[in-house]
């Protein structure tokens, strides 16, 4: 997995918003949107919207992954792991739908002030 930044405004993503290639087990390679990192049970997990080659996602489908990065070398790419286990795939997943409804009331809230 690589971090850079994304600087195509024309994409519908902000301009400064973080993307990483995720390596496939296929050996393939997919750019993804990093949406959030959330904390659940005091574990990391990093939520990616899978972007094709235009920098778009039609399918609306996120990934979630265990996350975690190494303390003592802030400079070490973090780690990412399947989650195997249904019911912590569960409680991630109803994590994010609170993240979203968050955001989304947080949005309303900016319309209003406008």
Same mark, same amino acid.
């Given at each position: 997995? @690589?971090?850079? *930044? +994304?600087?195509?405004? #024309?994409?519908?993503? /902000? ?13 393939? @390679? ?21 972007? /094709?080659? @235009?920098?778009? *996602?039609? $399918? ?8 975690? $990065? *190494?303390?003592?070398?802030? *400079? ?8 195997? #286990?249904?019911? $912590? ?11 979203? +409804? @968050?955001?989304?009331? #947080?949005?309303?809230? #900016? /319309?209003?002030?406008?």
């Amino acid at each position: 997995m @690589s971090k850079k *930044n +994304d600087s195509h405004a #024309d994409n519908g993503y /902000d301009a400064e918003e973080m993307t990483v290639d995720l390596d496939l087990e296929d050996g393939t @390679s997919v750019t993804c949107a990093v949406i959030t990192i959330l904390t659940v049970a005091k574990q990391d997990y990093i939520v990616l919207l899978p972007l /094709d080659e @235009s920098g778009e *996602n039609t $399918e609306g489908e996120v990934w979630f992954y265990r996350y975690s $990065e *190494n303390p003592d070398d802030p *400079n070490e790419e973090p780690a990412l792991a399947y989650i195997e #286990d249904d019911d $912590e795939y569960e409680a991630v997943a109803d994590a994010f739908d609170e993240y979203l +409804d @968050s955001s989304e009331f #947080d949005e309303l809230l #900016d /319309d209003d002030k406008q």
